[in-house]
Structures are given as structure tokens and as C-alpha cells.
């Protein structure tokens, strides 16, 4: 869904019972947000990344370790654009590769992604 600003909207669905979202398309845009969903099982964000469409999978890595954001329900996580320039699909993980975390319902995030061009 555009919102105007060069703003699109995206769900990224991770399902009850599981940790790791289904591959979500950014297109031309960069994540630059994420909204929690009202409910959630306490537990970090990781991520998958893809930069040629999906054909290979990575872990997400910031300048020194696995990119890590902390999240609850309902809230906004801002996210620095430059760290994902280049990435054009992304898995969303509860909790870490080594420890995830199943959510026990359906959960939507939304991604906010925008045109930096």
C-alpha cells in the first residue's frame, strides 16, 4: 500500500507455531521501518536477506555483529536505511538463528520501506 513520500506499506506474516517469516519483496525500496503488531511473544527481530531475488539467503550483519533489533507489541522500530541498501527480499525472524522464537498466534508486521532515489 503506498503512503504517500515514497512510503509503501508491507506485511510480512510469521505464522502460529512458527519463528521465520515467509520471503517478503521490497521491490526498489528500503526498509526505513517496522510496526509490531498489537500482539507478541517476547522476542528479538533477526533477519534473513536476499539481494538477487531470492536465490541466496543471508544473515543480516551490521557493521560488527548480526543485526538485532529489540521489539514488543505495538510499537515502531526505526530502522537506518544505509544498512539495508541492496536488499531486495527479507525473511523476518522471532528471536536469534540460534534461538527462535515460535510465535503461539499469527503475527503481521508491517514494513515501511521507501524510495531513496
Same mark, same amino acid.
Do not use: C, H
Given at each position: ?13 510469521? &505464522? %502460529?507455531?512458527?519463528?521465520? *517469516?515467509?520471503?517478503? +519483496?521490497? @521491490? =526498489? ?8 503488531? !498489537? ?10 536477506? &536476499? %539481494?538477487?531475488?531470492?536465490? *541466496?539467503?543471508?544473515? +543480516?550483519? @551490521? =557493521? ?8 514488543? !507489541? ?44
Amino acid at each position: 500500500m503506498a503512503l504517500g513520500m515514497n512510503f509503501t506499506q508491507t506485511a510480512a506474516l510469521i &505464522s %502460529s507455531g512458527s519463528a521465520l *517469516s515467509a520471503a517478503v +519483496a521490497l @521491490g =526498489a525500496g528500503t526498509l526505513v521501518g517496522i510496526a509490531m503488531p !498489537a500482539a507478541w511473544d517476547a522476542a528479538a527481530l533477526t533477519f534473513q536477506v &536476499s %539481494s538477487d531475488g531470492g536465490g *541466496s539467503w543471508q544473515e +543480516a550483519q @551490521g =557493521a560488527a555483529a548480526v543485526l538485532t533489533y529489540s521489539a514488543a !507489541a505495538g510499537q515502531y522500530i526505526a530502522i537506518d536505511p544505509a544498512l539495508w541498501r541492496g536488499v531486495n527480499m527479507v525473511k523476518i525472524r522471532s528471536g536469534t538463528l540460534g534461538t527462535p522464537v515460535n510465535q503461539t498466534a499469527d503475527r503481521t508486521l508491517t514494513l515501511i520501506t521507501r524510495s531513496l532515489a
